[in-house]
């Protein structure tokens, strides 16, 4: 789990991802990641 924390910590400090410390839950930091993710999910549903 060490490796995992560490990579997610490197996300957040990029500002790929945001946490919310009181819930404990990571999220995508910003709606453009948000719309590039899904339309990088359907193009690999293709």
Do not use: C, W
């Amino acid at each position: 789990m060490p490796g995992l924390r560490k990579e997610l910590s490197e996300l957040v400090r990029q500002n790929v991802l945001a946490y919310n410390p009181v819930t404990a839950e990571y999220m995508i930091q910003g709606r453009s990641m948000e719309h590039g993710l899904h339309m990088f999910v359907e193009m690999m549903d293709e």
